[in-house]
Nanobody
């Protein structure tokens, strides 16, 4: 069992930055691929970014490429999402997810563990 807890959300103006963190506890964090997803009101959950267990492979949704960066610190059992040049359309609840795999996963249903989410609101 892996427990995930997101933090770092908040209200920011368009063009600003936020850094989300996801703290993991439970099983060996370094065995797990991690992902960030988001869900805006009235919309389905969508993929944002993912990182392999080693941190050497990453993937991003086209909508965030060049603006968001995913990273992890296996010594601290954390994964982060640095979000720059934020836009109002980035407003959503952001979730981190974990899966015991060597792959980089962009599909939410493949993940086994999820956090409770953190709200990100970008004002125009």
């Amino acid at each position: 069992q892996v427990q995930l807890r997101e933090s770092g959300g908040g209200l920011v103006q368009a063009g600003g930055s936020l850094r989300l963190s996801c703290a993991a506890s439970g099983r060996t964090f370094s065995n797990y691929a991690m992902g960030w997803f988001r869900q805006a009101p009235g919309k389905e959950r969508e993929f944002v970014a993912a990182i392999s267990w080693s941190g050497t492979k990453t993937d991003y949704a086209d909508s965030v490429k060049g603006r968001f960066t995913i990273s992890r610190d296996n010594a601290k059992n954390t994964v982060s999402l640095q979000m720059n040049s934020l836009k109002p359309e980035d407003t959503a609840v952001y979730y981190c997810a974990a899966k015991d795999t060597t792959d980089v996963l962009t599909t939410g249903v493949l993940y086994d563990y999820w956090g409770q989410g953190t709200q990100v609101t970008v004002s125009s």
